[in-house]
Nanobody, 114 residues
Framework: QVQLVESGGGLVQPGGSLRLSCAAS????????MAWYRQAPGKQRELVAL???????KYVDSVKGRFTISRDNAKNTVYLQMNSLKPEDTAVYYC????????WGQGTQVTVSS
């Protein structure tokens, strides 16, 4: 069983930055495809960014150039650096890990508002 624990959410003004972290238990973290999803009120959950075991990254168009996903396999942690935040980035952000099975974190709230 793998556990994913997110941290780093909060309230930030438009144009500000936040860094989300997701710490994973387990010894084969480096083999996982890790991703960040988000879900805004009344909307479906959407993929924001993912990073493969080899470091290949993919982003949804709305965050390209503003968000960066990275991973530190020595710390079993994946990060999402979010810059130039906009009110439409407001959502609960979820960490996701896939390796044969799929795991989800509990979510962390990100609110972008003045």
């Amino acid at each position: 069983q793998v556990q994913l624990v997110e941290s780093g959410g909060g309230l930030v003004q438009p144009g500000g930055s936040l860094r989300l972290s997701c710490a994973a238990s387990g010894s084969i973290f480096s083999s996982y495809v890790m991703a960040w999803y988000r879900q805004a009120p009344g909307k479906q959950r959407e993929l924001v960014a993912l990073i493969t075991s080899t470091g290949t990254t993919k982003y949804v168009d709305s965050v390209k150039g503003r968000f960066t996903i990275s991973r530190d396999n020595a710390k079993n942690t994946v990060y999402l650096q979010m810059n130039s935040l906009k009110p439409e980035d407001t959502a609960v952000y979820y960490c996701n890990g896939k390796y044969y099975f799929e795991y989800w974190g509990q979510g962390t709230q990100v609110t972008v508002s003045s």
